[in-house]
């Protein structure tokens, strides 16, 4: 089946990390994304990780990837209230010619002053 | 350097109306995505195409649902008689083509209300 599962929330202190994680679906997806969604907002591409990779990171987000556990996680370094949102992962479909997003439930991250 | 654009931001329709959901890709992009987010889920693909041409519509309701994307103009999501079920916030999103990270830039959203 195509289910990509996240926890529900997360809440942090300011300053903090955070970590969001994300099971996937198909040990063949080539690639793997974060968003991040605002109140009332669309979907802002945060990054991601092609699946011959283990590790990415971009300033204060670090991308990594279990392929063998079909596991992704999201680390946020010196988490600021502005981070505060909905993060969707979610893989590339499969098969034929699509190219649809299979998305997670997403995870609120709230995070505290 | 436009984004893409979706119009309306808000439409209310009553029950058994239709509904008209535009998507303006990032320019010089040719696929354009349909997605649908219910309260308090994620987003669930519903039709991906290429101008004119649909390429995957494996998530689209059997019936009352359509989409195009002509050659010239906006995408187009139609909703014909709506249900309250219809409710959502619908989303599109565009990439250059099959090609490099497959990255989808997604628009604001149109949120449908049906009363």
Request: aromatic share 10%; glycine share 10%.
């Amino acid at each position: 089946g195509e289910d990509v599962e996240q926890s529900l929330f997360l809440s942090v202190r300011e300053g903090d990390s955070s970590v969001i994680n994300c099971t996937y679906t198909d040990s063949s997806s080539t690639y793997l994304y974060w968003y991040k969604q605002e109140p009332g907002a669309g979907l802002q591409l945060l990054t991601y990780i092609f699946s011959n990779m283990d590790m990415k990171q971009d300033q204060r987000l670090t991308v990594l990837l279990n392929k063998k556990d079909k596991h992704l996680s999201l680390r946020i370094a010196d988490t600021q209230t502005g981070d505060s949102a909905i993060y969707f992962c979610a893989e590339r479909g499969y098969g034929g010619a699509t190219n649809k997003l299979i998305f997670g439930t997403g995870t609120l991250l709230a995070v505290q002053p | 350097n436009a984004g893409v654009m979706q119009n309306p931001r808000h439409l209310v329709r009553r029950r058994g109306q239709e509904a008209r959901l535009r998507c303006s890709p990032v320019k010089g992009h040719s696929h354009v995505y349909w997605y649908r987010q219910l309260p308090e889920e994620g987003l669930k693909f519903m039709v991906y195409l290429q101008k004119e041409n649909i390429i995957d519509e494996s998530g689209m309701p059997k019936e009352r649902f359509s989409a195009e994307f002509p050659k010239e103009g906006p995408s187009i999501l139609r909703i014909q008689q709506v249900v309250r079920g219809d409710s959502a916030a619908y989303f599109c999103a565009s990439s250059p083509g099959l090609a490099g990270t497959y990255e989808q830039y997604f628009g604001p959203g149109t949120r449908l209300t049906v009363t």
